[in-house]
């Protein structure tokens, strides 16, 4: 069983095209977040929803648009990519004072 | 949230145990320490947290000084799987708070050798 999933695993497109990442938990919990890890390999949180709200948005682009149809799940989508945007971008979960990740998306943009 | 200070790399035999090292000294009374793994082409994932109190799961240990301005994982018998870079993270911990996010440093890359 698997806790939290992504797709997709790998995602390789051009500059300027829209795509989405979507995420799903089935561990109930109400929190969910993004990260994303560049190619240095730092983690930075993007957004933090809970119960299908927007808690946190960590001054991202607004060409990013996450979005949450019911808790279990939170989706984002990225307009217009650019080169910069390439990286893993991790979905989590939260509940009590653990974070459960997903195993991460890898975009390229070329 | 507290800054950590963590050794960029270390290296462990297979079989032994793995002291890994964080510094945060400038932790506030109610901050956790709390400890993850990212192992290779994977997402992170939690190991152990403690707030002064030192922490056993069957992951690892989790020993933090009196002052709490540092604190030791300890992985008892190192194991190849266990190769991966461990962040060593300090924030204002319990309840379920949604803004509970993580802010990942630079971690330890450790390397468990045969």
């Known amino acids: 069983d698997t806790a939290v999933s992504q797709t997709p695993k790998y995602l390789v497109t051009q500059m300027g095209n829209d795509k989405s990442i979507k995420c799903e938990q089935n561990?109930?919990?109400?929190?969910m977040y993004w990260y994303k890890q560049d190619s240095k390999k730092f983690l930075k949180i993007m957004f933090s929803?809970?119960?299908?709200?927007?808690?946190i948005n960590e001054t991202v682009p607004n060409r990013f648009s996450p979005k949450s149809p019911d808790k279990a799940h939170l989706n984002l989508h990225i307009n217009s990519l650019e080169l910069g945007d390439s990286a893993v971008y991790f979905c989590?979960?939260?509940?009590?004072?653990?974070?459960?990740f997903g195993p991460g998306t890898r975009l390229t943009v070329l | 949230d507290a800054k950590t200070t963590q050794p960029p790399s270390m290296d462990c035999a297979e079989g032994r145990a793995a002291n890994l090292p964080c510094n945060h000294s400038?932790?506030?009374?109610?901050?956790?320490v709390y400890w993850y793994r990212q192992i290779h082409s994977q997402g992170p994932q939690y190991i152990i947290h403690?707030?002064?109190n030192n922490e056993t799961n069957e992951m690892a240990s989790l020993i933090i000084t009196e002052d709490r301005k540092s604190s030791t994982l300890i992985l008892p018998h190192a194991t190849l799987r266990d190769t991966a870079v461990y962040y060593c993270?300090?924030?204002?911990?319990?309840?379920?708070?949604?803004?509970?996010?993580?802010?990942f440093g630079g971690g330890t890359r450790l390397m468990v050798k045969p």
């Open positions: 989590a979960s939260y509940s009590w004072d653990t974070q459960y």
């Open positions: 561990l109930g919990h109400d929190t």
């Open positions: 929803y809970n119960n299908k709200e927007l808690i």
């Open positions: 400038t932790i506030s009374g109610n901050e956790y």
């Open positions: 403690g707030l002064k």
């Open positions: 993270i300090v924030r204002v911990g319990g309840g379920n708070n949604a803004g509970n996010m993580l802010t």
